[in-house]
């Protein structure tokens, strides 16, 4: 917050709210440093603090939700202190329940299971989104996924907010055989795989819509020229780029290599192989070692073993 305030051109106000005292006068110590007058704290329960602001005039342009394990109980709250177009963004850090410990737990917060697979945290994002689109459907508000952004420790999506109701169905489930590793997403739970007749594994109600907006991405890549980023930051905005178009879901070369008893694949190579027979591939940035391409699993390792 400090430093959107004091570093971002153009910023009216910045408003952090904690029910920490001790944060708050931290932050307070240092703006009071940096001589920031578009700086004011608040020391509130965080829905009682959003709903101060849900009013048409007084909603913020960026609402960024950072709690102490799981985002969902303020979701509500922080939609209707998002104004038309700005943008909310919702870490989340109670990983283990996306990651499909507790399922009890994830059903009660995110509305949707998860699955344990090489793609666990595709599925996590998409459990966050997931939720997000049925607490704004409610409110007839729609969204748009610009940015989703994750580390050891946490998983982060940026949504624009949009006073629509929403016209899209982008509520489905990942559908993955664990027997032959094929993997989707659909609208309808399918039980069977489509390739082996192996009986499926199924997360879901999430997300099954786009995760970043190509244009967003783009103009963060602009920007990077003027700001000292780093390396790890370059990459994680090309992956996002290039796979802002492509497929939910992605593969990853060890998994392939073990299915197939072989070493694997050089990434680039990987993806050339798959390009040059026609279908589309990507990186991702979810994944060092993954890809995404519209390429189904069969004919991967046709093209893989292909001499
Ligand atoms: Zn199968």
């Given at each position: 917050g400090l430093r959107v305030a004091n570093e971002v051109k153009g910023v009216e106000k910045v408003i952090i709210n904690d029910v920490n005292a001790d944060a708050l006068e931290i932050a307070s110590e240092s703006a009071k440093i940096n001589n920031l007058e578009n700086f004011e704290i608040s020391e509130d329960e965080t829905c009682r603090f959003l709903s101060s602001h849900s009013r048409k005039n007084s909603r913020a342009s960026i609402v960024d939700i950072d709690p102490f394990g799981s985002p969902s109980r303020y979701i509500d709250c922080a939609i209707r202190a998002t104004m038309h177009g700005g943008m909310l963004a919702l870490t989340a850090t109670d990983l283990q329940v996306l990651h499909g410990l507790f399922n009890k737990a994830a059903k009660r917060r995110y509305y949707g299971t998860p699955i344990k697979t090489e793609f666990s945290n595709e599925i996590a994002i998409r459990l966050i989104i997931g939720c997000v689109s049925f607490v704004a459907g409610r409110l007839d508000i729609s969204f748009q996924p610009l940015f989703?952004?994750?580390?050891?420790?946490?998983?982060?999506?940026?949504?624009?907010i949009l006073n629509t109701p929403d016209q899209e169905e982008n509520i489905g489930y990942i559908i993955f055989c664990r027997n032959c590793k094929d993997r989707y997403s659909h609208t309808s739970r399918l039980t069977k795989c489509r390739k082996c007749n192996h009986e499926t594994e199924i997360a879901g109600p999430l997300w099954i819509g786009k995760l970043f907006e190509k244009e967003f991405v783009s103009q963060m890549k602009n920007i990077r020229k003027e700001l000292t980023v780093h390396k790890r930051c370059e990459r994680i905005l090309d992956r996002s780029e290039e796979e802002a178009d492509m497929p939910a879901t992605y593969y990853t070369l060890d998994e392939?290599?073990?299915?197939?008893?072989?070493?694997?694949?050089?990434?680039?190579?990987?993806?050339?192989?798959?390009?040059?027979?026609?279908?589309?591939?990507?990186?991702t940035s979810l994944n060092p070692s993954g890809f995404r391409t519209d390429c189904e699993i069969d004919e991967i390792i046709k093209i893989f073993s292909a001499k």
């Open positions: 989703v952004d994750h580390d050891m420790h946490y998983y982060r999506t940026y949504l624009k392939i290599a073990s299915k197939m008893n072989s070493a694997p694949l050089k990434l680039s190579d990987a993806i050339s192989k798959i390009t040059s027979s026609g279908f589309k591939a990507s990186t």
